[in-house]
């Protein structure tokens, strides 16, 4: 039997459920009844609960929508889009939410006073994530001008997904660096905002090192945004809080799998980014590896030049399965 709420929304009874068991290990608590707050006037969630874990405004939200009554809902950001993502109603689900998406980001240093905060802008070194569980993803941002590096940072100071406690950051003065790094606000992953002078211009990407979060959380805010391709390309175990940071961005997104999709469709752009990409990444060889088939004679000679000039036999020989142009053969056979 549901409860009425209101006189209008009704509860599942998974909350009764949920509210009669010891909740202490997963640092959410649940409100009365007459506490619930429906989430917008225009739609049929509404919020039932939320997460006490942070000193300031960080927090995840718990729901309900009437429309799927079996599901509780999580978000980063009071129901926002991009933030929602669905999980059973038990102990143990809300238990994995705490380990992947609040006792990392508990874990952030307390941000300093300004003055500090700009001292260690300046003075803190590029790190990366020590621990052989980590994985890594690439996103890349656009091409622009070398001092197009401020608005990037801005734009990620004041995404509401990444940590304020400062970290490196190139362009603090003094400093003309080619990295910026934020952490993200709840899992805690190492968010590097790169910049590479490539192609006659600048090449910005950003590099994600995480620790694996439970595929059912991408998998449930990939079900809900089925048309979002940019989504859809993201890996599955990618904490949510980097996803929404990214979905938040406000900058052109790729990533590798939309590049090699456009490449398959002959966008020549896509692959001379990709050549930079997958060589400042060091994964050339695992991308081309996917395009030395390509049906088109001039991107395999392309391909077959880049790959001789970095030495990538491998890739060389996979490209010569399929054939390249006399000329490049005569190339190749100088190289």
């Not at 997460?51 to 960080?58: A, I, P």
């Not at 260690?120 to 070194?125: A, T």
């Not at 304020?164 to 805690?188: C, E, K, L, V």
């Not at 398959?264 to 692959?271: A, G, T, V």
């Amino acid at each position: 039997m549901n409860n009425a709420i209101e006189g209008q929304k009704t509860s599942p009874d998974w909350i009764r459920t949920l509210k009669g068991q010891d909740l202490s290990g997963t640092h959410f608590i649940l409100f009365n009844e007459e506490q619930f707050i429906p989430a917008f006037s225009a739609t049929s969630l509404t919020k039932i609960g939320e997460s006490r874990v942070f000193s300031d405004d960080r927090r995840i939200v718990l729901g309900f929508d009437e429309s799927t009554p079996d599901e509780l809902i999580a978000s980063m950001d009071n129901f926002a889009a991009h933030s929602c993502f669905s999980i059973s109603p038990t102990v143990s689900a809300l238990e994995s939410v705490f380990r992947s998406l609040l006792a990392p980001g508990a874990a952030i240093p307390e941000v300093p006073d300004d003055t500090r905060a700009e001292t260690m802008h300046r003075d803190m070194e590029v790190i990366s994530l020590r621990t052989s569980q980590k994985r890594e993803t690439i996103v890349f941002l656009g091409l622009g001008n070398w001092d197009d590096m401020a608005d990037l940072e801005q734009r990620m100071r004041a995404n509401p997904y990444t940590s304020n406690y400062p970290m490196a950051m190139a362009t603090a003065p003094g400093r003309d660096g080619a990295a910026s790094q934020f952490y993200s606000a709840f899992s805690a992953s190492l968010c590097s905002l790169i910049r590479s002078r490539s192609l006659g211009k600048t090449l910005f990407y950003m590099h994600v090192e995480y620790l694996p979060s439970p595929v059912n959380h991408m998998r449930s805010m990939k079900t809900r945004e089925p048309d979002n391709f940019f989504l859809r390309t993201l890996p599955n175990d990618l904490p949510l809080d980097v996803v929404a940071m990214l979905l938040n961005g406000n900058t052109r997104q790729e990533t590798m799998p939309q590049l090699i999709e456009d490449v398959h469709n002959d966008n020549f752009e896509s692959l001379q980014i990709l050549e930079v990409l997958s060589r400042l990444c060091g994964k050339f060889d695992d991308v081309f590896a996917l395009l030395a088939s390509h049906p088109n004679q001039q991107f395999r000679d392309h391909i077959a030049l880049e790959a001789a000039t970095i030495r990538s036999h491998n890739i060389v020989a996979a490209v010569m399965r399929y054939g390249v142009s006399p000329d490049v053969q005569k190339q190749l056979s100088r190289m």
